[in-house]
């Protein structure tokens, strides 16, 4: 395990065989010994830390790679985590049946048709997801 100690003796070594990394080390000194706490909750930290920097989409792709993560996991995740305006979780059956309610459809609208609907909603269809969610849960 990399102690405090290791790390000065390391740092020594190296600074001792590579000049360029020596420079480096006499410029800022030695490194600081950044750790994080082992588990599962880091190991997830780390995984998500790098979606905010990438597209919907591409967060999207990322996410859904994952065994076990679909697409409406990974909506919600951009949705409710990561605030993203534009996302619309096409699977809910919540926004479903607030959808009909809130425009009056005689059917319960499929995933396709709903998906459709929420196309004029764009770009901000996480928030029309929000509204319809208020609707649902304040349904009486």
């Given amino acids: 395990m990399l102690t405090k100690k290791k790390l000065a003796q390391g740092v020594a070594e190296l600074a001792s065989r590579d000049g360029d990394l020596a420079a480096v080390i006499d410029k800022h000194g030695q490194p600081p010994l950044w750790s994080r706490k082992p588990g599962f909750p880091t190991l997830v930290q780390i995984i998500l830390e790098g979606l905010s920097r990438l597209s919907d989409a591409e967060a999207k792709k990322a996410l859904t790679s994952l065994v076990g993560i679909g697409r409406w996991p990974a909506d919600i995740y951009l949705l409710m985590a990561l605030r993203r305006p534009d996302i619309w979780p096409k699977g809910d059956l919540a926004l ?7 425009k009056g459809l005689e059917a319960l609208p499929d995933q396709d048709q709903l998906e459709e609907l929420a196309e004029s909603w764009q770009p901000w269809r996480a928030v029309a997801a929000r509204v319809l969610w208020l609707h649902y849960l304040s349904r009486d």
């Fill in 96 to 102: 479903a049946k607030a959808a009909q309610q809130v």
